[in-house]
C-alpha cells in the first residue's frame, strides 16, 4: 500500500506562481515514476508533467517552459514549480505514483489562477 499526501495548491493571479508537493510514503518500490495529472472542470484528466527515478522528465506541451517537476529520493516527494501561471492552468492536480506493480493517486489539490 502507498499514500501520497498533496499540498501547495491554492488561489494565485495570472502571472504568479505555486509550488506543488507531494509525499509518498509505503511500500514503494525503487523503480517507479511519480507526476502530476491535472483535471479542469468538465475535462478528461491529463498529463502535467512526471520524472523519473533517474531524473528524466516529460512535460505537457502546454506547460513545458512554465512547469518544473522535480523530486527528491530520499524523502519520496515530488514537486510541481508552476510559473507563470494561467487561467487555463485552474484544475485539481492530482499526484500520481506508479511502477511495473502499482499505481496510485492522490486526492487531488485544487489550483485557481484569476485572470
Known amino acids: 500500500q502507498v499514500q501520497l499526501v498533496e499540498s501547495g495548491g491554492g488561489l494565485v493571479q495570472a502571472g504568479g506562481s505555486l509550488r506543488l508537493s507531494c509525499a509518498a510514503s509505503?511500500?514503494?518500490?525503487?523503480?517507479?515514476?511519480m507526476g502530476w495529472y491535472r483535471q479542469a472542470p468538465g475535462k478528461q484528466r491529463e498529463l502535467a508533467a512526471v520524472i523519473t527515478r533517474d531524473g528524466i522528465t516529460n512535460y505537457a506541451v502546454s506547460v513545458k517552459g512554465r512547469f518544473t517537476i522535480s523530486r527528491d529520493n530520499a524523502k519520496s516527494t515530488v514537486y510541481l514549480q508552476m510559473n507563470s501561471l494561467k487561467p487555463e492552468d485552474t484544475a485539481v492536480y492530482y499526484c500520481?505514483?506508479?511502477?511495473?506493480?502499482?499505481?496510485?493517486w492522490g486526492q487531488g489539490t485544487q489550483v485557481t489562477v484569476s485572470s
Open positions: 509505503g511500500s514503494i518500490s525503487r523503480l517507479n515514476v
Open positions: 500520481n505514483i506508479k511502477s511495473s506493480i502499482y499505481d496510485y
